[in-house]
């Protein structure tokens, strides 16, 4: 073993995290013969007192990401998994709580829902089961020692309305070409997180897999219900409608691509295309962005969702 | 504009195929105030009397790539969509039968489902819609002018037993460490292919939208009810329901990746895994394949599913 | 354990295989301070006597594809890696010959290159590699106990000639709206397959490695020597460069997709594009496929490359 | 059209921003019979004064994101892509300074490199490209109207030392089972991202492309150089390069994933694996991020470099 002689004195470090990404983890409850399952992809992100491993490489103050990692599965047996949010609590808790030299943890986690299958003779129903939808259940726990902070969401949330949304009396300028439309189609991949309000452990804690079905539901609704003069507009009301029906959550973020679906001009072939036929376009897209947040809530969430 | 010299004559031209690959047509169906939607994404590939173009760029024989995406949005049309076996029916023929130079068209389609958003109040359940699922519908229309061959299927489509699978008595040999199991998670990404007995105009067609759901039923049906002793008995459960229910079927190929969910040892940590904790891997993973036929059929779909 | 009754007798069983897939290996040796690597994903497929595990799971022909794995890990250090083919070679082989079940292994390789790292004071140069370039080199081994196909060749190759390129003089249809283009941009990610003659012990074989940099240096020195009228013709003369100058090589097919260049239409600005400014299209793009092969070969590459 | 009841009183906006995503622009250069190319994919977000559309749905402010598609494409002919930066800062400045409505932008940037074909007899060389390596650079202009933030940076550099890395010495928990390394394999996919100094107009510019290559190089020369005993001194020490060797870098983060190689245990098989056959792995990974500062400067670099 060598070592380099220190680095030059006007270079300092600066916020510094490290863990294991992606430990992909199923839980399986059986109830009698029925089964439960819980299917998680769970990242950590741990924070302290590392100024000594950056510098000279030395590893006291180190618990290896695979041990992160072992923690983990251990704790999926040893305390079961009731919800994404309270399994990430327990990690986080356990970390800052444990090692001294760790301050801080984040534990980010992936949901992906299961279906039964049902079927006509068998058993099948009780231990089987087909993933359910595109979408992706996440959430970001994060916690000091004294406070937490718990964002979810979801992503990858494919949704479309086939009519009423228009988009006209935009500005124009030199390099403006677009057509005004009175019907399209309005689509998108919802991504979207929310943070709730609970934040220290004297509070009472959400009913977490209920109260993210309600948002889930609300947003959806919101989407299908509003008359779209732009997808800003529509998203607000997606928020808007979160935040009013949800009282457990403080804010919410969204990042909404325009899955442009643009009607072909079939004039060429003597053809009139009465909204009838469009072609789903990849790139480019529009991307509309904005947090909409209870009166009085700080706003916390990142203004760039693809972080979480 | 140059010109290299022809070819050494040693060298000849062998199968050869062209098209536009991924148009991806939107068809919006408005039947009074309730919206119906198809989502396709449309490949086409044209063989014929093209030995000029390689030979010397001579395009005399070649309807042009684009001019085949138009023909996708134009017959969307003028057509509508029906199901993707005749969409792809109807594009194939147009080109054999519309162009001397093309002898065989083969369309490649796949299929993105959406459900209907159900709201409390609004009128969006009429036009509102989201993405079903993970799995995509595909099919594969060959046609030469006389016979047709039709290939319909699916993909990721992600099942999982948590029990009734078991795996032991198998071969051993000086490279083999695998431990017996006797109670495993059994969970595959399907991905399955199947071709219809009907080849030609004469014969009454499937009702390809009732049939493909039929045979979707029947292979996750089988898949959840068998009690599994290797992946490759469930596969060919799974083929056989298939071939038993749907009498329009000939033969059916599966590849099933094995994604292993490996049992996570605890014992290090005085834990024990009564198979409730599993690490779910990526790479590598087994990877099983077969065709499961009606008696008396040919063996015609490829060995490779990937390419379907 | 149960057991389902054996189904029905009109059913029976096809082609089938299995085995691990994506077995990733890496293998370092050492030649003094002087490091060198192969890395390789490797993907076992083995045929035989397989019908007793379809119809009553009994296992006692299928060596697990665990073993399959370690056989790799175990060939990497027992025989080191040469060559893909070489080492591809060996597992078919092994498979075949020792296991009386087994009468057929076909293994596929993807292949990672890297570059070292030159630093200008320090030892890395021996020891430290960067991945190089976005293709991957690909290699499919078929034994049956009596004969080889060996199939090699490269995906994801990314290349554009920014003139030397037209279209025109192509087949019109009433659905033909494609201007005529005198100047384009020609791009493409090649991916291609070429065969080799060598099929039998007693022939010598191809130094594999350099014989499959001498394909690739002909393919893609051909394209950019080809003055383009199509995308077949340039598809040809790679073709035909390689088979010419190439003689272990029997046949070679091609998958090349169009990637298109669009010049911008700029007037609406006040502005001339001369051949200056393209958008770069996702979806969709031709799509060119062709054999070429030496006069008296066989045509045994499949039509469709993304199998391989 | 119909309209909703304007939300709830206690429901307020937040931060938001929209624009058009992902425009692929390609541009040529020709210089004579050489060529040049640039090939970057351009994001653009706006932000200013946009309460009213989210609350109503009234475009006014709101230039269209197909007219910031359209301006991307103008500016690539009227001005040229000298480098992705200088574009970049063309672009932000335009759309803040010229509407009202508008008061900030950021313009993100993807850029993908090429290199020349060299051909033995052809004049290829002058216009035909291959896409070069795997690595994409990035960067993320930010202007106020006042002042200007640029970070720039690399993404998917994947580098691997076969040996001079330890891991051993770090803490220990009831869960830790991790054996001590002495001699492994360190490999990691390079994410960085570096801050400019430059901020106003008024100072003298970086020369952007030559800046770049000179961070670049640091910092892989850094981790080649590095006899490790952890990768967080590993990134230190390439971070310390970087700011140590370029002057007109403020600070750099890093997001490096530790790509697994685990020595596979071939004792089972009666062999001995002398650090030479290694299993590539998937997930879960070690990540390890960090902020690297010259002395004095802010941090601002986002913590979450999946962000940029």
């Not at 041990?67 to 305390?79: D, G, H, Q, R, S």
């Not at 009175?182 to 804690?205: E, F, G, K």
């Not at 935040?243 to 969204?254: G, Q, S």
Request: hydrophobic share 35%; net charge negative; aromatic share 10%.
């Amino acid at each position: 073993m060598t070592a380099e002689s220190r680095p030059a004195p006007t270079v300092i470090l600066g916020q510094n995290q490290y863990g294991k990404a992606e430990n992909r983890v199923v839980r399986i409850t059986r109830d009698g013969a029925t089964h439960h399952i819980k299917d998680l992809n769970v990242s950590i992100a741990l924070s302290g007192d590392m100024a000594e491993v950056h510098h000279s490489g030395a590893n006291t103050n180190v618990l290896p990401t695979d041990t992160t990692k072992n923690t983990v599965y251990a704790f999926a047996k040893e305390y079961g998994i009731e919800s994404a949010e309270q399994f990430g609590i327990r990690l986080a808790r356990h970390f800052v709580t444990s090692q001294e030299s760790i301050h801080r943890a984040r534990i980010r986690i992936e949901e992906y829902a299961w279906d039964r299958i049902a079927t006509s003779g068998g058993t099948g129903g009780e231990h089987s089961f087909v993933r359910k939808g595109r979408e992706t259940r996440v959430s970001e726990i994060d916690y000091d020692g004294e406070r937490w902070q718990i964002i979810s969401g979801l992503k990858d949330l494919t949704v479309l309305n086939s009519t009423d949304s228009e988009f006209w009396g935009y500005a124009k300028d030199r390099y403006t070409t677009l057509q005004e439309a009175y019907d399209r189609i309005l689509a998108t991949d919802v991504s979207a997180r929310w943070r709730y309000t609970w934040s220290a452990d004297d509070m009472p804690a959400p009913a977490w897999d209920s109260v993210w079905e309600q948002a889930r539901t609300a947003l959806i609704e919101a989407f299908a219900d509003t008359y779209s003069l732009s997808l800003q507009q529509t998203l607000y009301r997606m928020g808007a409608r979160v935040v009013e029906r949800v009282d457990e959550i403080a804010e919410i973020r969204f990042a909404l691509p325009n899955n442009h679906h643009f009607l072909v001009d079939l004039t060429p072939f003597g053809l009139t295309n009465d909204n009838e036929v469009y072609l789903a376009a990849d790139r480019p897209y529009g991307l509309i962005e904005a947090t909409v947040l209870r009166d009085g809530a700080d706003q916390r969430i990142p203004a760039d969702l693809t972080l979480l």
